[in-house]
């Protein structure tokens, strides 16, 4: 897993911001799911339980779905995001991906049914033949499984959105037959400002910040605009950094960043740089007229703006001209 992958799965699996996120997709953000009562399940292996003659089949890791994936259940549902940090990270495949981890994990439950039937010593009633050789009774009851995609990309999601999406060219009437299975997806561009309003933790500075931070001004209009903006957790403020390849610095110690001010600064520390580049180029560009030895130039870059010989070789290659 990648830094960015490491930090928002972090981030994720905090109860608080998981059951923000399901309240929000589910209930229009009322707080249906609370945070104490959430307990993480294991989604580093997942057993396939049906074999050839009915054995189970050893263990087997799905590290491709499970790694950036958090899974709690609340004793009503099983509950599973799966996080996907930018636009490159996007799986076309992503509805057999989900609904796969969905049926193991439901297929999870009938191994662990049948188990608990076996271990039991309590005096119930027998189980029919056909009960007995599935494992599972005709009472069991299954929790039901709702995973949910979490893009932290800026751009537009072109991935399919349910099988039907990628099956190939058939007859309508062998489709209307043909399983299908649509993903729940969060993304920031697909969110209007009143939508992403709904999050109560700062999952909501992150989806608002992501959606516009591909257009500097419509940032700096919406971090300005929204209070919130003024004390975002640092925690927050790292996923923003990383899914986005933003600046927004912090001191150490800092828990809460006014990023207001640090968006200000962004946009400052941008003009200084342009200043500089423009002064280096005109620098390059005069000492070429006066004739003045390039090593004079290259010795002149190194002490006065701190470039490495490489990267002042690079600048007067381009504007030598």
Request: aromatic fraction near 10%; proline fraction near 2%; hydrophobic fraction near 35%.
């Amino acid at each position: 897993m990648g830094k960015a992958d490491i930090i928002t799965k972090d981030y994720i699996r905090r109860p608080d911001i998981f059951a923000d996120v399901f309240n929000k997709f589910l209930y229009h953000g009322r707080q249906r799911i609370t945070s104490d009562r959430l307990v993480e399940l294991d989604t580093t292996e997942i057993a396939l339980p049906y074999g050839a003659d009915n054995a189970t089949v050893p263990e087997q890791r799905y590290r491709d779905v499970a790694k950036l994936l958090v899974s709690m259940t609340d004793g009503k549902a099983a509950y599973c995001i799966l996080a996907v940090e930018n636009e490159s990270k996007i799986n076309y495949a992503m509805p057999v991906k989900n609904g796969l981890y969905d049926f193991l994990q439901l297929a999870r439950q009938v191994t662990e049914t049948a188990k608990s039937h076996k271990k039991s010593d309590r005096n119930t009633a027998s189980p029919t033949s056909d009960e007995y050789l599935s494992g599972f009774w005709k009472t069991d009851k299954l929790l039901p499984v709702v995973t949910l995609t979490v893009y932290f990309g800026a751009d537009a999601w072109d991935g399919a959105l349910c099988l039907k999406e990628i099956y190939a060219d058939c007859d309508e009437e062998i489709l209307k037959y043909a399983a299908d299975y649509h993903i729940n997806l969060i993304a920031p561009c697909l969110l209007s400002d009143s939508e992403i309003d709904e999050f109560s933790t700062s999952f909501r500075e992150i989806m608002k910040y992501i959606k516009y931070s591909s257009n500097g001004k419509k940032l700096r209009e919406a971090v300005n605009a929204d209070e919130r903006f003024k004390s975002v957790e640092r925690q927050a403020v790292d996923v923003i950094n990383a899914v986005t390849s933003s600046k927004v610095r912090y001191s150490e110690g800092e828990e809460k960043i006014d990023m207001c001010i640090a968006i200000q600064e962004i946009k400052e520390e941008g003009r200084l740089e342009g200043r500089l580049e423009g002064e280096i180029i005109g620098i390059i560009r005069s000492d070429r007229r006066h004739k003045i030895p390039q090593e004079d130039t290259r010795r002149y870059l190194m002490e006065e703006y701190q470039k490495s010989e490489e990267e002042a070789d690079e600048l007067i290659k381009e504007y030598w001209k």
